[in-house]
């Protein structure tokens, strides 16, 4: 074969088979997804607070027991669109990582409404939650997601013949800390030491950043003309058709008689039927309907 014939046909040969390796790295590259439909969820998941980020991460990084939107809190905060559960990507990033939230918690955005506050669980330093005055009452502030609902039930019961009276709602932790401070005060007069006088006072007052009052989401409700026959909250209030009405319908506006009769050893706190507390709908009628609390429905302790 002459030598330019050679060349010519050697040239061809690798030039098929440069063009036939491009072919074959692109058919095996096609197989493997891209990073964008790996990694990053569509528009309709994003928009949804369930699509595969948040689904692949949920049970290694949750935040507060009771966390997340729809995707069941896999891990909150940092990328939310609301406070509440809302839309986009809602509970799908976050800075804490703990023990995965409990299966029959309800789409509660960043916890808020199912936070546990007690004597084991105080609030952190410098919580800060936005309150308004409920609707006919000059000083009665209520956390201003939940107001609305507490508002609802107050007018509801009402026309059921059942008139209220909100005693108390948010309670600041300065005012706390002086209640706490007055209750100690009169048991040190009694002869008591400090140290036993606070112990006997936590028993009567919550101490401050331990009270459900602190978080704005605890309501005191007794009957319209309670305090024309009584001067303080007392269990008494278990008999009145208006505190029937409140047990039979309080879940239906997200709210739960906090601390119920027996189950004093998990709440830690001695029976209130006039105490009620704001847990979002959901999350109230699996408490209520249960007869539990809210240490049972997050999986939290009292200490």
Same mark, same amino acid.
């Given at each position: 074969m002459p030598k330019k014939t050679l060349v010519l046909t050697l040239a061809l040969v690798l030039v098929a088979a440069l063009f036939a390796g491009c072919w074959g790295s692109s058919g095996s590259s096609s197989s493997k997804p891209s990073s964008s439909s790996s990694m990053a969820p569509s528009s309709s998941s !994003? /928009?949804?607070?369930?699509g595969s980020m948040s689904g692949s991460m949920s049970g290694s990084m949750s935040g507060v027991p009771g966390d997340g939107g729809a995707a069941s809190g896999p891990v909150s905060g940092s990328m939310s669109g609301s406070g509440a559960g809302g839309a986009s990507s809602s509970g799908s990033m976050s800075g804490s990582s703990s023990a995965a939230a409990p299966a029959a918690a309800p789409a509660d955005g960043d916890g808020w409404m199912t936070r546990l506050v007690n004597a084991g669980n105080p609030l952190p330093e410098g919580f800060t939650v936005e309150t308004v005055d409920i609707r006919g009452y000059?000083?009665?502030?209520? =956390? @201003?997601?939940?107001?609305?609902?507490l508002e609802a039930m107050l007018a509801d019961a009402e026309a059921a013949g059942c008139k209220l009276y909100l005693v108390s709602g948010y309670r600041s932790v300065e005012r706390q800390t002086a209640l706490f401070k007055r209750k100690t005060n009169s048991f040190m007069a009694e002869g008591f030491s400090r140290e036993e006088a606070e112990k006997q006072a936590a028993m009567w007052v919550a101490r401050?950043? /331990? +009270?459900?009052?602190? $978080?704005?989401l605890a309501? *005191?409700? !007794? +009957?319209? *003309?309670?305090? +024309? @026959?009584?001067? #303080?909250? $007392?269990? #008494?209030?278990? =008999? &009145?058709?208006?505190?029937?009405?409140?047990?039979a319908h309080c879940a239906d506006y997200g709210f739960i008689l906090r601390y119920p009769r027996g189950k004093e050893n998990v709440t830690g706190v001695t029976y209130e039927p006039w105490h009620y507390r704001?847990?979002?709908k959901d999350a109230a009628k699996a408490i209520m309907q249960a007869g539990g $609390?809210?240490?049972?429905? &997050?999986?939290?302790? &009292?200490?």
């Open positions: !994003v /928009t949804s607070g369930s000059e000083n009665r502030p209520f =956390d @201003k997601r939940a107001a609305a609902d401050p950043g /331990t +009270s459900e009052h602190n $978080t704005g309501a *005191d409700i !007794v +009957s319209a *003309d309670w305090y +024309s @026959k009584h001067s #303080d909250l $007392t269990a #008494d209030f278990e =008999d &009145t058709p208006e505190f029937e009405w409140l047990y704001y847990v979002g $609390t809210l240490e049972e429905y &997050t999986g939290a302790h &009292t200490a």
